[in-house]
């Protein structure tokens, strides 16, 4: 493979800048579809997050995912009745994936007609969590926020706890954290993925630092079933959140280059914008996207 | 070999033991640095023992963060809780960098707001204090309040300097940066590492290590501003002339090979990059503007004084 370098990036931007507006025209209709979805009282600043305006816009993101008129037929088309199912979060302490989200998606894996019982909503653990270690199917939900090692924190980082050596994909800012979507603890069983874009954190400094200027109510939730998709989407909403809040482009702490490379050197979804169908429901007033 | 030669010997090898001891360990433990501040500080008390990472073990403190602090000497870390109202917290974390040059190092790579006066280097913004005296770099979160919790961090970091009896120096290309603000040219920021994935953290320059880069190598970033542009300067220092004349060669085969061997080449962007080697050294100026004021830069690096 030939070495990439920054001058290289510089010859193929202008073809890419040049080509946008074609290859979003031929291939966006057979991309992947992704739906972001916002309301303006998903969450209000000192308020905390509203429980129904959480449900309402995950049902609705389903809804315009699949087609289907219902919730309960939309989660369907991913979960089968008497299935066995993980839902992965993210007990990060200082943006945790919101207990609001997490009932929301519970509740609709019952409606699709799974049993309490063989449902499991966990972090840290998973390998040993009996309900994951049977799982027949696996939903992804985590929150949107800027990472110190990867460049942003999305869906297919939520994996790494899937893997018994998160270790190994550190190496070159986690270039190739995109293989845990081939651990077979995931691979054919992750069914949905969600970035909880209600509160992102788009910018941080050092390990494990979480600091509340750089977090905003942008009140959204992205979905779909391509984790490398939903994360380019969020990567591009926080790349256009820095710009507006700097005044300028400033440096990740690390170049979030695990999303790219897991469609261009992994070929496991689709990173170029330009080639995803992006659907917009609600309120969209500086979507930034 | 008789007794006073043997003593004679055993004298002379105690200054050399000496010097080894100073340069390999800080003065202090990390754990012994913490035990010197109290538990109580204002109304905030540390209950919890405290915790002791290793090179090994810095994983399960930070993840993945552990990363950029293994490609210095770091050698160990203790961390201390201190909780204040309902669920707010503290976090005191104190790493043993190995050498001062390095507790620099990670505090270059990482620092980005105000200046606060606190040892040799420090910063304070949204809830994290952080500086580096000698060889240990400080760093001091709030979970919670900021606005309470600050005072108390300030002080924190006050008694832990206090505890670190002496100074450590700056990597030697600090100072031999290009001081040209009288040409207008200012020095924003210095970086200074190790390896090629932190060079690639603060300046992508490839995917792979086109300047053979490694933990015996020294760099030093340095960002200029001249007139609305941002030029960066590049020092490598190697550990020997061979190894610098291998690095420079694949440099310019992999990154200008169409600048015909003069080192200075136009690229895609509509910028110069310009490099030249010396010795154990390679310097390499990014994104000027135009010839003339990559030169400019590149020609102020000052020669180290034999």
């Known amino acids: 493979m030939e070495n990439l370098t920054r001058r290289n990036f510089m010859k193929t931007s202008a073809a890419i800048v040049a080509g946008a507006h074609l290859g979003s025209a031929l291939n966006a209709e057979t991309g992947p579809r992704v739906v972001l979805i916002r309301d303006k009282n998903a969450s209000v600043e000192g308020a905390g997050i509203n429980e129904k305006t959480v449900q309402h816009m995950l049902d609705e993101a389903l809804m315009a995912l699949t087609g289907e008129s219902t919730p309960a037929a939309a989660m369907k088309r991913f979960i089968m009745p008497g299935e066995t199912v993980g839902i992965k979060s993210n007990a990060w302490r200082y943006l945790p994936t919101p207990r609001e989200l997490e009932k929301a998606v519970e509740k609709r894996v019952i409606d699709a007609g799974v049993e309490p019982g063989k449902i499991s909503i966990a972090d840290r653990g998973v390998l040993d969590n009996p309900v994951f270690k049977n799982a027949t199917s696996i939903i992804n939900v985590r929150p949107l926020r800027t990472h110190y090692w990867s460049g942003i924190g999305g869906c297919i980082k939520n994996l790494i706890m899937f893997s018994p050596t998160p270790s190994i994909y550190h190496p070159d800012s986690c270039a190739d954290l995109g293989l845990l979507l081939k651990l077979p603890e995931v691979n054919g069983r992750l069914k949905l993925n969600i970035l909880c874009s209600i509160t992102p954190a788009f910018h941080g400094r050092g390990p494990n630092h979480f600091d509340r200027r750089y977090v905003w109510n942008y009140n959204g939730i992205i979905i779909g079933t391509d984790a490398v998709a939903v994360d380019a989407v969020g990567l591009e909403i926080v790349k256009a959140k820095r710009q507006e809040f700097f005044g300028k482009e400033i440096n990740f702490d690390t170049i979030p280059k695990h999303i790219q490379l897991a469609d261009t050197r992994h070929k496991l979804g689709v990173s170029d914008i330009s080639r995803i169908q992006l659907i917009k429901i609600g309120w969209m007033e500086n979507s930034l996207i | ?306």
């Open chain 2, 1 to 306: 070999m008789g007794g006073y030669k043997k003593i004679r010997i055993f004298l002379l090898t105690i200054p050399l033991l000496l010097i080894s001891v100073s340069r390999a360990s800080p003065e202090k433990a990390v754990k012994n640095l913490l035990i010197e501040l109290p538990k109580k500080i204002d109304s905030w008390i540390s209950r919890a023992d405290d915790s002791i990472f290793t090179r090994s073990t810095l994983f399960n403190h930070i993840n993945g963060g552990a990363e950029p602090y293994l490609t210095y000497d770091f050698r160990e870390a203790a961390v201390r809780r201190y909780s204040g109202n309902g669920n707010d917290e503290i976090l005191v974390e104190v790493y043993d960098m190995g050498k001062a040059i390095d507790a620099y190092g990670i505090f270059s790579i990482e620092n980005a707001d105000e200046e606060i006066g606190i040892g040799q280097g420090s910063e304070y913004g949204g809830g994290l204090l952080r500086f580096w005296k000698n060889s240990y770099f400080i760093s001091i979160m709030t979970t919670g309040d900021e606005k309470t919790a600050a005072p108390v961090m300030k002080k924190i970091a006050k008694i832990l300097e206090s505890k670190i009896d002496s100074t450590g120096d700056k990597p030697d290309s600090v100072s031999s940066l290009p001081q040209l603000s009288e040409r207008g040219f200012n020095l924003k920021k210095t970086r200074f590492f190790h390896q090629f994935s932190i060079l690639n953290r603060l300046y992508y320059l490839a995917d792979e290590n086109i300047l053979k880069l490694g933990r015996n190598t020294d760099c030093l970033l340095a960002m200029y501003e001249h007139g609305g542009s941002r030029i960066y300067l590049l020092m490598a220092r190697y550990l020997s002339i061979k190894e610098a004349e291998e690095a420079y060669a694949l440099f310019i085969k992999s990154y200008m090979p169409d600048s015909a061997g003069q080192g200075k080449i136009k690229t895609e962007n509509g910028k110069w990059v310009m490099s030249r080697k010396e010795g154990e050294s390679i310097y390499i100026v990014f994104d000027a503007p135009d010839k003339n004021r990559g030169m400019e830069i590149l020609n102020g690096i000052k020669r180290k004084k034999e």
